[in-house]
């Protein structure tokens, strides 16, 4: 079978993430029924693997949906219309959240914060403690800026002051990328994406919720249909989904899950705080300047200077190096590139992409000296050579 990742671009973005070359040849593979003994065997290992990895004892659902669609569910199954929510919107994701629940009824109140800053916890306690919130709202990382939030901080900050208020978080930048334990941090709800570090492609979604939040599904007066988890509960004790499955995004996963287990690092290739510094280093050796004050370990974001179109950057990187990166939105539009570190990235795609990123760089008027790009690659080989990729499959 031919090589399909070397015929594509080298894909570096925060999600879509690059797959592993199993789960592009499960994707080639004949179609199944999802009404088959075979889906059903596959779906119940799937369901039952998943609060693992939400690392909790609770309630855990799969959608064939964007990870919009998960925080879609997450919200619609606890709300009722006139509930206060109180949204944390410090990027685009925040404002995706928030406008949701405003589109459902909700009486929304926003704590905006600076994008690429994270949220102050002083802050978000004087904030809250103004306010009597049925739902608190936020992301754990904002994929939009990189900017990283102190959820344990924020949810223990929540259960004090509101004991029966829920803390939903988005963690489809985080989930299976950084340490996230549901239970331990007492968290309502999270949701995840299947484009992330579960390294398949988009199109699933996933959601937890505490035995706190479950309690509100059935009493939440918001309309649900397609993303109604009673339905969906019934359906899965059954073995079966509510609606349609993708079968073959399910078996990889499920492959993947127990080969590796979701502490190794191969589910996040370079998520790690420790392969985050590695990437600093790199960055910083080039004198990139970093955006988030506190950043995810998930993507790096690059803060383009002020004399360089950012857009123009991507552009040539794209189209003449065959690098795809991701920019600012809105506000940051042209003034960041984000690079991201989970899914099947090898060591030889990040010098590659170091290297791109340079020349690309250079072909717009960004100056940097054979001697500062050559020094900075034989700093990333020592590094990777410390802590290597754990990818070996070609």
Known sequence: MPDIKASLPLLMTPGPVPVPPSVLRA????????????????????????????????????????GTGGMESLLVNVLSPGDEVAAVVSGKFGERWADMAEAFGAKVERLDIEWGESVHLPTFTAWLEKRKPQIVLSQVCETSTGALHPIREMAQVVRRLHPECLFLVDAITALGAMPLPMDEWDIDGVV???????????????VALSERAW????????????????TENEANRRGETGFQAQFPSSRR????????????????TS???????????????????????????SLTAILVPDSID??????????????????????????????????????TDLITAITAIVHAGREIGWECSDEKLAAALNTAREILSETPSPWSET
């Open 27 to 66: 994707l080639s593979a004949p179609i199944e029924h999802h009404r088959t003994p075979a889906f059903q065997k596959c779906f119940d290992r799937v369901i039952g693997a998943l609060p693992g990895v939400f690392q909790t004892k609770n309630r855990a659902f799969m959608h064939v949906s964007t």
């Open 253 to 268: 996963w499920m492959s993947c899950s127990r080969k590796w287990p979701l502490s190794d690092s191969r589910f996040s």
């Open 310 to 347: 950012g857009q123009k950057w991507r552009s040539v990187l794209e189209t003449k190096h065959g690098v795809v990166l991701m920019g600012g939105q809105d506000q940051m539009k042209g003034k960041l590139l984000r690079m991201g570190h989970m899914g099947f990235i090898r060591d």
């Open 271 to 297: 998520a790690s705080p420790l392969s985050r510094k590695r990437h600093a280093k790199r960055c910083r050796f080039l004198d990139f300047a970093f955006f988030p004050s506190t950043s995810s370990p």
């Open 192 to 206: 995840g994406g299947s484009q992330k570090a579960f390294m398949i492609p988009t199109g699933l979604s996933f």
């Open 215 to 230: 309690a509100r599904v059935q009493i939440a007066k918001c309309p649900r249909f397609y993303f109604d988890l009673r």
